[in-house]
């Protein structure tokens, strides 16, 4: 059950702008391992998988190649 989003600052990441704080955020993994960045209530911040998180929190996900590229920093 998502019980709603709260109002979160801003992060702009390589010129897109997530709502959130890194506070807001989980790291998940799709089912082929792909890794994302997501806005999650608070009940998913320890989720590991993309799967697991609702339809509103999957909207909010950027993939993590797209931001840092394919080298791990």
């Known amino acids: ?9 801003h992060i702009n990441i390589r010129g897109k ?3 959130g704080d890194y506070g807001s955020m989980a790291w998940v993994n799709d089912e082929k391992g792909k890794e994302y960045v997501c806005t999650v ?3 998913h911040l ?5 799967e697991n998180l609702s339809e509103q929190e999957k909207k909010t996900c950027e993939d993590v190649n797209q931001i840092i590229g394919t080298e791990r920093w």
Do not use: C, I
């Not at 320890?46 to 993309?50: A, R, S, T």
């Open 1 to 9: 059950m998502v019980v709603g989003f709260r109002e979160y600052n």
């Open 17 to 19: 702008t997530m709502k």
């Open 41 to 43: 209530d608070p009940q």
């Open 46 to 50: 320890n989720e590991k998988k993309l």
